[in-house]
């Protein structure tokens, strides 16, 4: 069943929705290779992405998911990520808790596209025609494409 937020659109203001939704697509990726192994739900999470950049998705939706991805993105929070164990629980465990709360509302044309983008990457086999078929969906929409790793990165 789709997630019904509550009415407070504090958490809802476009100004924070906007800066969470730079954070995601600035760091998205770059978080997303270096949580390689870590992550048990890569594939639900890069799901989130689309469906957080998806503008069929009900702005409550989008605002926890944006939220959220800007969390596991950001390099500074409650447990770096550095410490050895411990330093990615935090990111993973409020991305998981938002993930569950709005799983309704992560349709197939976003997990279709999220098999896509992790086979295309090379962190997936590539999906099968049985994987890729699903309801008759308009496919999700490509966000802004991954930043090409500079010397240095």
Same mark, same amino acid.
């Given at each position: 069943?789709?997630?019904?937020?509550?009415?407070?659109?504090?958490?809802?203001?476009?100004?924070?929705?906007?800066?969470?939704?730079?954070?995601?697509?600035?760091?998205?990726?770059?978080?997303?290779?270096? /949580?390689?192994?870590?992550?048990?739900?890569?594939?639900?999470?890069? /799901?989130?992405?689309?469906?957080?950049?998806?503008?069929?998705?009900?702005?409550?939706?989008?605002?926890?998911?944006?939220?959220?991805?800007?969390?596991?993105?950001?390099? /500074?929070?409650?447990?770096?990520?550095?410490?050895?164990?411990?330093?990615?629980?935090?990111?993973?465990?409020?991305?998981?808790?938002?993930?569950?709360?709005?799983?309704?509302?992560?349709?197939?044309?976003?997990?279709?596209?999220?098999?896509?983008?992790? /086979?295309?990457?090379?962190?997936?086999?590539?999906?099968?025609?049985?994987?890729?078929?699903?309801?008759?969906?308009?496919?999700?929409?490509?966000?802004?494409?991954?930043?090409?790793?500079?010397?240095?990165?």
């Amino acid at each position: 069943m789709p997630y019904t937020a509550p009415e407070d659109l504090k958490n809802q203001d476009p100004r924070v929705m906007q800066r969470n939704a730079a954070k995601v697509e600035k760091g998205f990726w770059v978080k997303l290779r270096r /949580s390689l192994g870590q992550l048990p739900f890569l594939e639900e999470a890069v /799901s989130a992405y689309y469906c957080a950049f998806d503008p069929r998705t009900p702005r409550p939706v989008k605002a926890m998911l944006l939220a959220a991805l800007a969390y596991f993105v950001v390099p /500074s929070d409650m447990i770096p990520d550095f410490i050895a164990g411990l330093g990615f629980t935090d990111d993973a465990t409020v991305l998981f808790a938002t993930l569950r709360i709005v799983s309704g509302n992560i349709k197939e044309r976003h997990r279709s596209a999220a098999r896509r983008r992790l /086979s295309d990457l090379g962190l997936r086999q590539p999906a099968t025609a049985e994987q890729t078929a699903g309801p008759a969906e308009e496919p999700a929409k490509e966000p802004a494409k991954e930043p090409q790793s500079g010397a240095g990165s």
